[in-house]
């Protein structure tokens, strides 16, 4: 195997394990973990307080404790978190950092305090109205109090000068994370559907710098071979791309990522920081500058022309929509880009999918037809 | 003395004449904003701009029966079902423009509040942008702590005050503050008289059924910030008051032998149908976690305690207070039981339920019942599911008394 | 005599007993509401008992179509129903799960037989006798076979759709792929026996339970659940008709109180 593929190999075992990775990397790096629910939490002030930042993205659970709390019309993702908060899944974090940026969300923050009542549970409240400048004053009031939180679960005080390291890491992470994801658009045959997702998502449950390290290894790999040819190239866009066997299809049917809109990988380090301001400052204003994100208030939602560009510059063959079941805000976004993808004569498949999905038959047929109509 | 018309003859005219204002105001070449049912409307009526209830003009479409069109028309341009039906049917009638329960104006601008919700956002940023136009948004942190922190104050005033430069430049004048003021006080006036009315529920018997409280929630939304408010809502109050006086109970043909809480919004297309069910079997819903929400004080012309008021609802609560604030209404309301819609609607309320059912139950003994439901699209009621699971509560509430009576 | 008649959604139940609550006979036939079903079980029962309509001297009516069954002096629902036929037949029960062809139910009951509280499925066929039904038109079994059938499983599958209708094509696709008959069928339970545990997690499960319904007849369903559950299941001697008995000493103890 080719020093590639092995790094490769070793960052898609890390994500696949995300328990075993998280041991792993608490036991190497002495930190206590800090578990962060879904969209996204400032896991640079975690990190500065000399703790490691844990993503916690639902899995493929079976429902039984989580039916206390909630209906089964209920978002899959965080109904799987609630079933392994509440079965001890998480025990090994110190603390889980709940936001609130969906309906769904505030109901957690209602009810977590119940079902995991030995965890402790941080709200991290982020404003959704970016036109307003108040929403930065807002935002790093929040940060401080965070911070606070954060050093006291580790007794180790972030200080600026921790604060501007970790930022700094975080920001190397982002820039590597970006270009990562286009060489994987532009060598879909070494990086395919499932290895790409499962590097990305090793990152939520390794120590920054270790991971980051290893991306700009395989970037570096990635640089000096030449470009692959995929059957298909398409863009994903949604939550998440899972489960497994759903991205296996994408691998099966030749068909590779050229670029991403989900909220769980692209969304998150899309966002180039502002280069002057306070850390907190240059913080909130990567949530301020988000565009295409549909937790956040957005004036004349810039998302179909993001996605329509999107196609163009990966030279994508088409869309692929990442529906899950239940998630309010993406079924309200999706039939106004919808309309203009369609516009753009660009090719786009609707996929529902949940991540407690054992039998992917319909999906099967779905993408195939999808590959031999965009071929 | 002159012959006084009646609060619900003056809810009917007032109504209409809500709805007819806005569309003569839009062909006068007025500007019209659509708004979320708990937002700052002062601002918008002391600036004297028009301005619809999107969930409500949903609402009255969903009790004709009306919403199955607008729902289809939705869902044949991409909209989820899982998705609130008010934003599926508004969103529809927003291409559509026509219907026969009421019509409204196009906007000229949207004012949002995530109060409400988080939908409230996603629904109205598609609105704004199908109609080019531009929409201010109140968003309302979630509060995990008890009480409303600082700075969610500043920053729901500073929004605040951007809504009042964005409306004035709509409205082509300044904010006359004392206008403001006034307004404020009104609103204030009308909230109180609005708790007054609806504290009286609390008699036995109560003064009025509970049904009966739901009508009186479109003008709580649409009329609350003018003097027609005060009228209605002071009208409304002498007459139960007159009730309680003269021991007049719910209905005249049955007696008020149970009386609940009703848990979310009502199921509009079946709203006879839920109340014949529940008054067949003397129960009275006395109550609701729902209208307490328009009762909005707060010091007049201060407006970060306008902004404390408007960032604190229930919705947007703990769950100790919400615990809180539901025992409060058990007790103070002496209900037997607690009737939960779970609304498929409302995602927001729905997921808090359960806990707050088992709370309820294990502080006072409250029984509970949950009914599947939505507020305006019918597919998602059974009335054979509804009328077993209220009989089940009847029949649960008789067993209370009976441990009441012989004491085991 | 007095009589106690269920009629449920695909199948209706009817029960007598003498003024000493002793059981005189009892009966059980796949016609639910809307059928001819429904009443021809009351015939059926009075007739293999030979007891005269004007000999029974109260009679209540119980579950889904028990509003539009006429010739019953009451009707009460089918929760309290079950509480009252488990508590004459298993007395000391204090969760019921019942699992019916349209619903399934959990009801808890205080040591008189009445219930505390209750939980019902969502309007979906989830984790009911309906969903098995399907199943075993899927899997070309008749619905009795299926308890043999997933008794053999060595190796179950997982059925993780919770919607019936994802369910059946997700359950095609396990076929397609060379899954063994039994092995879906153990799935099946165990799926349906997840959804009603979740619903008892919501309102709390005290031992002694009780599994009633004609799903009960079904004893590797009642294993899944006990598994799902981690606790024993009694099952009464007829589990279909336990609505029907407890119509029956419902129509006992109201006679002449009303």
Same mark, same amino acid.
């Given at each position: 195997? %080719?020093?590639?593929?092995?790094?490769?190999?070793?960052?898609?075992?890390?994500?696949?394990?995300?328990?075993?990775?998280?041991?792993?990397?608490?036991?190497?790096?002495?930190?206590?973990?800090?578990?962060?629910?879904?969209?996204?939490?400032?896991?640079?002030?975690?990190?500065?307080?000399?703790?490691?930042?844990?993503?916690?993205?639902?899995?493929?659970?079976?429902?039984?404790?989580?039916?206390?709390?909630?209906?089964?019309?209920?978002?899959?993702?965080?109904?799987?978190?609630? +079933?392994?908060?509440?079965?001890?899944?998480?025990?090994?974090?110190?603390?889980?950092?709940?936001?609130?940026?969906?309906?769904?969300?505030?109901?957690?923050?209602?009810?977590?305090?119940?079902?995991?009542?030995?965890?402790?549970?941080?709200?991290?409240?982020?404003?959704?109205?970016?036109?307003?400048?108040?929403?930065?004053?807002?935002?790093? +009031?929040?940060?401080?109090?965070?911070?606070?939180?954060?050093?006291?679960? %580790?007794?180790?005080?972030?200080?600026?000068?921790?604060?501007?390291? %970790?930022?700094?890491?975080?920001?190397?992470?982002?820039?590597?994370?970006?270009?990562?994801?286009?060489?994987?658009?532009?060598?879909?045959?070494?990086?395919?559907?499932?290895?790409?997702?499962?590097?990305?998502?090793?990152?939520?449950?390794?120590?920054?710098?270790?991971?980051?390290?290893?991306?700009?290894?395989?970037?570096?790999?990635?640089?000096?071979?030449?470009?692959?040819?995929?059957?298909?190239?398409?863009?994903?866009?949604?939550?998440?791309? +899972?489960?497994?066997?759903?991205?296996?299809?994408?691998?099966?049917?030749?068909?590779?990522?050229?670029?991403?809109?989900?909220?769980?990988?692209?969304?998150?380090?899309?966002?180039? %920081?502002?280069?002057?301001?306070?850390?907190?400052?240059?913080?909130?204003?990567?949530?301020?500058?988000?565009?295409?994100?549909?937790?956040?208030?957005?004036?004349?939602?810039?998302?179909?022309?993001?996605?329509?560009?999107?196609?163009?510059?990966?030279?994508?063959?088409?869309?692929?929509?990442?529906?899950?079941?239940?998630?309010?805000?993406?079924?309200?976004?999706?039939?106004?880009?919808?309309?203009?993808?369609?516009?753009?004569?660009?090719?786009?498949?609707?996929?529902?999918?949940?991540?407690?999905?054992?039998?992917?038959?319909?999906?099967?047929?779905?993408?195939?037809?999808?590959?031999?109509?965009?071929? | 003395?002159?012959?006084?018309?009646?609060?619900?003859?003056?809810?009917?005219?007032?109504?209409?004449? =809500?709805?007819?204002?806005?569309?003569?105001?839009?062909?006068?070449?007025?500007?019209?904003?659509?708004?979320?049912?708990?937002?700052?409307?002062?601002?918008?009526?002391?600036?004297?701009?028009?301005?619809?209830?999107?969930?409500?003009?949903?609402?009255?479409?969903?009790?004709?029966?009306?919403?199955?069109?607008?729902?289809?028309?939705?869902?044949?341009? #991409?909209?989820?079902?899982?998705?609130?039906?008010?934003?599926?049917?508004?969103?529809?009638?927003?291409?559509?423009?026509?219907?026969?329960?009421?019509?409204?104006?196009?906007?000229?601008?949207?004012?949002?509040?995530?109060?409400?919700?988080?939908?409230?956002?996603?629904?109205?940023?598609?609105?704004?942008?199908?109609?080019?136009?531009?929409?201010?948004?109140?968003?309302?942190?979630?509060?995990?702590?008890?009480? !409303?922190?600082?700075?969610?104050?500043?920053?729901?005033?500073?929004?605040?005050?951007?809504?009042?430069?964005?409306?004035?430049?709509?409205? #082509?004048?300044?904010?006359?503050?004392?206008?403001?003021?006034?307004?404020?006080?009104?609103?204030?006036?009308?909230?109180?008289?609005?708790?007054?009315?609806?504290?009286?529920?609390?008699?036995?018997?109560?003064?009025?059924?509970?049904?009966?409280?739901?009508?009186?929630?479109?003008?709580?939304?649409?009329?609350?910030?003018?003097?027609?408010?005060?009228?209605?809502?002071?009208?409304?109050?002498?007459?139960?008051?007159?009730?309680?006086?003269?021991?007049?109970?719910?209905?005249?043909?049955?007696?008020?032998?149970?009386?609940?809480?009703?848990?979310?919004?009502?199921?509009?297309?079946?709203?006879?149908?839920?109340?014949?069910?529940?008054?067949?079997?003397?129960?009275?819903?006395?109550?609701?976690?729902?209208?307490?929400?328009?009762?909005?004080?707060?010091?007049?012309?201060?407006?970060?305690?306008?902004?404390?008021?408007?960032?604190?609802?229930?919705?947007?609560?703990?769950?100790?207070?919400?615990?809180?604030?539901?025992?409060?209404?058990?007790? #103070?309301?002496? !209900?037997?039981?607690?009737?939960?819609?779970?609304?498929?609607?409302?995602?927001?309320?729905?997921?808090?339920?359960?806990?707050?059912?088992?709370?309820?139950?294990?502080?006072?003994?409250?029984?509970?019942?949950?009914?599947?439901?939505?507020?305006?699209?019918?597919?998602?009621?059974?009335?054979?599911?509804?009328?077993?699971?209220?009989?089940?509560?009847?029949?649960?509430?008789?067993?209370?008394?009976?441990?009441?009576? =012989?004491?085991? | 005599?007095?009589?106690?008649?269920?009629?449920?959604?695909?199948?209706?139940?009817?029960?007598?007993?003498?003024?000493?609550?002793? $059981?005189?006979?009892?009966?059980?036939?796949?016609?639910?509401?809307?059928?001819?079903?429904?009443?021809?079980?009351?015939?059926?029962?009075?007739?293999?008992?030979?007891?005269?309509?004007?000999?029974?001297?109260?009679?209540? *009516?119980?579950?889904?179509?028990?509003?539009?069954? /006429?010739?019953?002096?009451?009707?009460? @629902?089918? $929760?309290?129903?079950?509480?009252?036929?488990?508590?004459?037949?298993? /007395?000391?029960?204090?969760?019921?799960?019942?699992?019916?062809?349209?619903?399934?139910?959990?009801?808890?009951?205080?040591?008189?037989?009445? *219930?505390?509280?209750?939980?019902?499925?969502?309007?979906?066929?989830?984790? @009911?006798?309906?969903?098995?039904?399907?199943?075993?038109?899927?899997?070309?079994?008749? $619905?009795?076979?299926?308890?043999?059938? &997933?008794?053999?499983?060595?190796?179950?599958?997982?059925?993780?759709?919770?919607?019936?209708?994802? &369910?059946?094509?997700?359950?095609?696709?396990?076929?397609?792929?060379? &899954?063994?008959?039994?092995?879906?069928?153990?799935?099946?339970?165990?799926?349906?026996?997840?959804?009603?545990?979740?619903?008892?997690?919501?309102?709390?499960?005290?031992?002694? *339970? &009780?599994?009633?319904?004609?799903?009960?007849?079904?004893?590797?369903?009642?294993?899944?659940?006990?598994?799902?559950?981690?606790?024993?299941?009694?099952?009464?001697?007829? /589990?279909? @008709?336990?609505?029907?008995?407890?119509?029956?000493?419902?129509?006992?103890?109201?006679?002449?109180?009303?």
């Amino acid at each position: 195997m %080719s020093q590639v593929q092995d790094l490769i190999g070793a960052l898609s075992g890390a994500g696949k394990n995300p328990k075993e990775t998280v041991l792993d990397e608490m036991k190497r790096t002495g930190k206590k973990a800090v578990g962060c629910f879904p969209i996204y939490v400032p896991e640079e002030i975690i990190h500065a307080a000399g703790l490691l930042p844990v993503g916690l993205w639902g899995g493929n659970t079976e429902f039984k404790e989580a039916d206390k709390y909630f209906q089964s019309f209920c978002c899959s993702i965080m109904r799987a978190n609630v +079933e392994q908060g509440i079965r001890g899944t998480y025990d090994m974090l110190s603390a889980v950092v709940i936001t609130s940026y969906c309906d769904t969300l505030r109901a957690v923050l209602v009810n977590w305090p119940v079902a995991v009542p030995n965890m402790k549970t941080i709200p991290m409240i982020l404003p959704q109205n970016r036109i307003e400048p108040a929403a930065v004053e807002f935002m790093l +009031e929040k940060f401080e109090i965070f911070r606070g939180e954060m050093e006291s679960i %580790s007794g180790i005080k972030a200080t600026e000068s921790m604060l501007e390291e %970790s930022f700094g890491l975080y920001e190397r992470y982002r820039a590597a994370m970006r270009d990562f994801t286009e060489l994987a658009g532009t060598h879909p045959k070494t990086v395919n559907a499932v290895d790409r997702h499962y590097v990305i998502k090793a990152g939520y449950f390794m120590d920054k710098e270790a991971y980051t390290e290893k991306i700009e290894q395989i970037n570096t790999c990635l640089k000096g071979m030449p470009d692959e040819k995929a059957g298909a190239k398409v863009v994903l866009t949604g939550l998440l791309a +899972e489960p497994e066997n759903f991205l296996e299809l994408l691998a099966e049917n030749g068909i590779g990522v050229a670029a991403d809109d989900l909220a769980q990988e692209s969304r998150q380090f899309r966002t180039k %920081s502002r280069p002057d301001g306070s850390v907190f400052e240059r913080i909130a204003y990567r949530y301020m500058d988000l565009r295409g994100c549909t937790f956040f208030y957005e004036e004349m939602k810039a998302r179909g022309q993001m996605l329509i560009d999107m196609v163009k510059q990966s030279g994508a063959d088409g869309i692929l929509v990442c529906m899950y079941k239940f998630c309010d805000p993406e079924e309200f976004d999706y039939p106004v880009y919808k309309k203009e993808v369609e516009a753009a004569q660009i090719p786009m498949l609707y996929l529902e999918i949940e991540q407690q999905m054992d039998s992917v038959e319909q999906l099967r047929t779905r993408i195939q037809s999808f590959k031999e109509m965009i071929m | 003395m002159d012959k006084k018309i009646s609060s619900k003859k003056m809810l009917k005219e007032m109504m209409a004449e =809500h709805y007819s204002d806005a569309l003569k105001r839009k062909a006068e070449g007025k500007p019209v904003v659509w708004a979320t049912s708990i937002i700052p409307q002062e601002l918008m009526e002391a600036l004297d701009i028009a301005v619809v209830y999107p969930e409500n003009h949903a609402a009255a479409i969903g009790a004709r029966k009306d919403a199955p069109v607008f729902i289809n028309h939705a869902e044949a341009n #991409g909209y989820s079902v899982d998705i609130c039906s008010y934003a599926r049917v508004n969103m529809a009638y927003a291409d559509i423009l026509e219907s026969e329960a009421e019509n409204i104006p196009i906007p000229d601008m949207i004012l949002s509040g995530s109060n409400i919700c988080c939908t409230a956002i996603k629904w109205y940023e598609n609105i704004a942008k199908k109609f080019n136009i531009p929409m201010v948004l109140i968003d309302s942190p979630f509060n995990m702590s008890y009480d !409303v922190s600082a700075e969610s104050v500043k920053y729901i005033r500073k929004q605040i005050e951007n809504a009042i430069t964005q409306l004035e430049k709509l409205a #082509g004048r300044k904010m006359d503050y004392d206008r403001l003021k006034e307004v404020m006080k009104v609103s204030n006036e009308n909230a109180i008289w609005w708790k007054k009315a609806t504290d009286l529920l609390a008699n036995k018997p109560s003064p009025t059924n509970g049904f009966d409280m739901f009508n009186y929630m479109a003008p709580i939304v649409c009329l609350r910030g003018n003097e027609k408010g005060t009228r209605l809502f002071k009208t409304w109050y002498e007459e139960l008051q007159a009730n309680v006086d003269n021991g007049v109970g719910p209905w005249q043909d049955q007696e008020e032998k149970y009386r609940v809480l009703w848990d979310g919004i009502a199921c509009w297309p079946y709203l006879k149908d839920t109340y014949v069910k529940l008054k067949s079997n003397g129960i009275n819903v006395v109550t609701s976690t729902y209208p307490e929400s328009w009762t909005l004080l707060y010091e007049v012309g201060d407006l970060d305690s306008m902004a404390r008021a408007y960032g604190g609802l229930y919705v947007l609560r703990s769950i100790d207070y919400i615990t809180d604030r539901l025992s409060a209404l058990a007790t #103070g309301f002496k !209900v037997d039981g607690i009737v939960f819609h779970s609304n498929r609607s409302c995602k927001g309320m729905d997921f808090k339920q359960f806990e707050i059912a088992r709370r309820l139950e294990s502080k006072f003994g409250v029984k509970y019942v949950f009914f599947d439901g939505d507020q305006t699209d019918p597919s998602t009621f059974s009335l054979a599911q509804y009328e077993t699971r209220i009989q089940a509560l009847v029949e649960m509430m008789e067993g209370n008394r009976q441990r009441e009576v =012989h004491g085991i | 005599m007095f009589l106690g008649v269920d009629i449920g959604s695909s199948s209706s139940k009817a029960v007598l007993i003498n003024p000493l609550g002793e $059981i005189v006979g009892q009966k059980a036939i796949q016609m639910g509401t809307g059928t001819v079903g429904a009443k021809s079980v009351e015939q059926a029962l009075l007739e293999e008992t030979g007891v005269k309509r004007s000999d029974v001297l109260f009679a209540v *009516v119980t579950g889904y179509g028990r509003m539009t069954y /006429p010739g019953c002096d009451l009707q009460i @629902t089918e $929760i309290s129903c079950h509480a009252a036929g488990v508590c004459f037949s298993l /007395p000391g029960t204090r969760t019921i799960v019942d699992i019916g062809g349209q619903d399934a139910k959990v009801i808890r009951v205080d040591q008189a037989g009445r *219930v505390v509280n209750f939980g019902m499925n969502e309007k979906c066929a989830a984790g @009911t006798g309906r969903f098995l039904e399907v199943m075993a038109r899927v899997l070309g079994c008749r $619905i009795g076979e299926l308890s043999a059938l &997933a008794g053999k499983s060595q190796n179950t599958v997982k059925i993780s759709s919770v919607c019936t209708v994802f &369910a059946e094509s997700e359950v095609i696709s396990q076929l397609a792929a060379g &899954a063994k008959i039994e092995d879906v069928a153990k799935g099946a339970h165990n799926s349906v026996a997840t959804r009603v545990a979740g619903m008892c997690n919501r309102i709390g499960v005290e031992e002694a *339970v &009780a599994m009633t319904g004609g799903v009960a007849l079904n004893q590797d369903m009642v294993k899944s659940m006990a598994a799902a559950l981690s606790v024993p299941i009694c099952v009464p001697e007829s /589990p279909q @008709t336990i609505g029907a008995l407890g119509a029956a000493h419902f129509a006992r103890e109201k006679y002449g109180r009303l």
